[in-house]
């Protein structure tokens, strides 16, 4: 839809992810029903024309073997440091994993949709993300230009294969709607959950007559139209930047994570109380402390680095802001039973 502005379609996303989660919880999931197992397809598909032409078994292309992964100028070019600014995309990326908790809450059986849902997110990684970056990378050199706009777009069209490469870019829209339907999703649960234990306004723990946090998910997509904005302003730099940011406040969010994490559970075995059956976390404390450290330095590194520098502060100045705020509502007395 090359006709139609960016902000006018993002505007059009933005009101169709609002119906439906207003509508109810059923709606959002019958939506991501059908969005992801379209997603699946395609990605399934890319990774299967990749490995052909990997192996140059598809007409009129050759076998690259490790050319694109080794040369112009060898294996990680621009070191680590190019590794931890890539990072922020990807926690960006990975951002959504936390709505299986979150959704769970909603489920007949929390700890049984947990389990399925965590093995589902491994396996689904493990084949889906790493194995389409790892057909791109192989086909692709890093240096590519159009690998920045859109790899998977690119890497078909370096194959020759154009008209699949348009029918990509309309699957990638059905992703993003799928992205911003999550988004929203969890976004207005969170505020919904912070409102019922006073660390948000209360207006935000109010329900609709089909139980939907309307206040919450109509103040989530006022924030979505905000961004929007912004990318109008600033179409150059402003999808960037609001990327990085929401990667490094993911940083954060998973430091505080793990730390709760460890907090709590020992707080909980200490008062004899014992995580669900397949629900507790492995090797714990030691591995919750082993992603404390590694997520930690990570993000060090991000503040060190010049070119990541700003972003990383502006993250973690955001979260200690909005931290700052949940002070502002009084909290219930501590129950004297």
Not at 77 to 90: E, F, I, K
Not at 117 to 138: D, E, K, M, N, Q
Not at 196 to 218: E, H, Q
Not at 264 to 286: C, E, H, I, K, S
């Amino acid at each position: 839809m090359p006709a139609i502005p960016v902000w006018v379609a993002a505007l059009v996303l933005v009101g169709l992810v609002t119906v439906v989660n207003l509508t109810s919880v059923r709606a959002y999931g019958e939506m991501e029903f059908w969005v992801v197992w379209l997603k699946v397809a395609v990605v399934v598909a890319f990774i299967g024309i990749g490995l052909v032409a990997v192996g140059g078994l598809l007409p009129g292309t050759d076998a690259p073997g490790t050319s694109n992964l080794l040369g112009h100028g060898g294996f990680l070019p621009h070191g680590m440091a190019g590794v931890l600014l890539a990072m922020t995309g990807a926690m960006f990326s990975f951002s959504g994993s936390e709505i299986v908790t979150v959704a769970a809450g909603e489920a007949k059986d929390p700890a049984k949709a947990i389990r399925g849902c965590t093995r589902s997110i491994l396996w689904r990684v493990s084949v889906f993300y790493l194995g389409s970056l790892a057909v791109v990378v192989l086909l692709l050199p890093w240096d590519a230009g159009a690998v920045g706009e859109s790899p998977f777009a690119a890497t078909l069209s370096h194959l020759g294969l154009d008209n699949a490469s348009a029918v990509l870019q309309v699957v990638l829209f059905a992703a993003m709607v799928s992205t911003m339907n999550s988004q929203v999703y969890v976004s207005s649960r969170m505020m919904f959950a912070l409102a019922r234990d006073r660390d948000a306004p209360a207006a935000f723990g109010r329900v609709s007559r089909t139980s939907a946090p309307r206040n919450a998910i109509l103040f989530t997509v006022a924030l979505a139209v905000c961004c929007v904005m912004l990318q109008v302003v600033h179409p150059t730099t402003a999808f960037d930047r609001l990327v990085s940011m929401a990667g490094d406040t993911m940083f954060v969010t998973w430091i505080s994570v793990a730390g709760a994490q460890i907090v709590l559970g020992r707080r909980d075995r200490r008062a004899g109380r014992v995580p669900a059956a397949g629900t507790g976390m492995w090797l714990f404390p030691w591995l919750s402390w082993a992603v404390l450290v590694v997520v930690g330095a990570m993000f060090v590194s991000l503040v060190v680095m010049p070119d990541s520098r700003v972003d990383a502060v502006g993250a973690l100045v955001l979260t200690v802001v909005l931290g700052g705020i949940s002070f502002l509502f009084p909290k219930p007395a501590p129950s004297s039973e």
